[in-house]
Nanobody, 119 residues
């Protein structure tokens, strides 16, 4: 079993910053990636940023230059620094961990943290 606990969400004005954290615990053997996804009301869940076990990163075009994903491997924690926030960034942000187990890649999700950006 893998548990992911997000923190750091909240209400911020447009142009402000927030830092999300996600701590992973449980049976974690071979992480492929950790990342952040978001889901706005009435929309599908979309990828925001992902970091691989090797440290390479990928971002959604909408957040490039504003968001930075990082990790502390020893703490099994991933962070999302969000700057220059816009109202359209408002969503529930979910932490994801993908690891290899039993010969297949498995996804685990946190419960999500709300980010609200006011105009």
């Amino acid at each position: 079993q893998v548990h992911l606990v997000e923190s750091g969400g909240g209400l911020v004005q447009a142009g402000g910053s927030l830092r999300l954290s996600c701590a992973a615990s449980g049976t974690i053997l071979s992480i492929n990636t950790m990342g952040w996804y978001r889901q706005a009301p009435g929309k599908q869940r979309d990828v925001v940023a992902v970091i691989s076990s090797g440290g390479s990163t990928n971002y959604a075009d909408s957040v490039k230059g504003r968001f930075t994903i990082s990790r502390d491997s020893a703490k099994k924690t991933v962070y999302l620094q969000m700057n220059s926030l816009k109202p359209e960034d408002t969503a529930v942000y979910y932490c994801n961990l993908n690891q290899r187990r039993w010969g297949r890649d498995m996804d685990y999700w946190g419960k999500g943290t709300q980010v609200t950006v006011s105009s």
